[in-house]
């Protein structure tokens, strides 16, 4: 006969051991991936629910999801506050915020990195040609539409303006709202002009230059000081046709849209992320037109202004990419 003592000592090695194998047999806890976007009516949401899908299908330790998000200054705030681990920016409110410059004076987020760029950005300057704008000087005194405020959109109409040497005090009145609620607000004469940021072949243009065919018109900005003064910027060339009622060429200030993480992740896991992304895209590159034009692996680094991640850094040299030295993070050369 067992003694009671021996027999408590076996069950509690008993329970020791299902313990031990309980804790061996549970899987690892998921990494969780939260990837900041845009509105949800634009591009840049589908393509971020679509990449989580494919990360927590074939990366099963991570679990990543893709929130909307009021965009590029929002997105660089939760990034630095640690509440998001991806987000996207474009790439002159990335640049401001990384080197502490613009509206990031004396605060530099020297721990934001770039992952890719995705897709590609106007400022649209649109007129009622009754106005008599015909430049953005001509906007003094008038009835002006621009982004949301706070949104990268809306600073870059800030900075647009203010190469002109005019602020928003200088105009008869001032409404914010999305690309859809700026072109409904020209068609209904609510304002004279819009300055807002969209994709090409913007599908609020579309319909507005439909609606309004012969009565607006697109103002140009072709000052090579204005390009030199913010070098993110580059003059992209609408040729005439290609939005209907404009047969003269335009050229907006373009930017590419980036996507950006920050040094709390380690490059191990941002190799791992990039390479299962890039190595699937025939799964998430056909959920916007915008998306399978522009973001393709040949042009990850096209527009990219910022040091890449250590992760990123890795995984496109791996594939033969030739790292500009500005791309290349302090801590990587140190």
Do not use: C
Not at 12 to 17: M, P, Q, R, T
Not at 105 to 132: D, Q, W
Not at 277 to 293: L, Q, T
Not at 310 to 321: C, D
């Amino acid at each position: 006969m067992v003694k009671k003592p021996v027999l408590i000592v076996l069950l509690a090695i008993i329970i020791v051991g299902i313990v031990v194998a309980a804790i061996a047999l549970k899987p690892p806890e998921k990494k969780r991936l939260t990837i900041a976007t845009a509105g949800t009516a634009g591009s840049l949401y589908p393509m971020g629910v679509a990449m989580a899908e494919v990360i927590n299908k074939y990366l099963p330790e991570f679990m990543a999801s893709a929130e909307a998000s009021a965009a590029s200054v929002e997105n660089i705030r939760l990034l630095h506050e640690g509440k998001v681990d991806w987000g996207i920016s474009h790439a002159e409110t990335a640049y401001m915020a990384y080197h502490g410059v613009g509206d990031y004076e004396g605060n530099p987020h020297s721990e934001l990195r770039a992952l890719f760029g995705t897709v590609l950005g106007y400022f649209y300057i649109i007129v009622n040609k009754e106005s008599g704008i015909e430049s953005i000087a001509d906007f003094k005194g008038k009835k002006l539409g621009v982004d949301r405020p706070g949104s990268g959109g809306e600073l870059g109409a800030r900075r647009i303006l203010e190469f002109y040497g005019l602020t928003y005090e200088d105009m008869a009145e001032v409404i914010y709202g999305g690309a859809p609620e700026l072109v409904q607000a020209l068609i209904d004469g609510k304002v004279d002009g819009i300055i807002f940021s969209h994709p090409p072949k913007s599908a609020p243009v579309i319909e507005l230059l439909t609606k309004m065919k012969g009565k607006v018109d697109m103002v140009s900005i072709t000052d090579a000081e204005f390009y030199k003064k913010y070098p993110f910027y580059f003059m992209a060339e609408i040729p005439p046709g290609t939005f209907e009622g404009i047969d003269h060429p335009v050229y907006f200030p373009a930017f590419r849209v980036l996507m950006l993480a920050t040094t709390r992740m380690s490059e191990e896991d941002v190799y791992k992320l990039l390479k299962v992304i890039w190595e699937h895209r025939d799964e998430w590159k056909e959920v916007h037109a915008a998306v399978e034009k522009w973001v393709v692996l040949e042009k990850a680094l096209w527009g990219v202004n910022i040091p890449l991640h250590p992760g990123a850094v890795r995984y496109y040299k791996e594939l033969g990419f030739e790292i500009p030295d500005e791309l290349i993070p302090p801590e990587m050369k140190s």
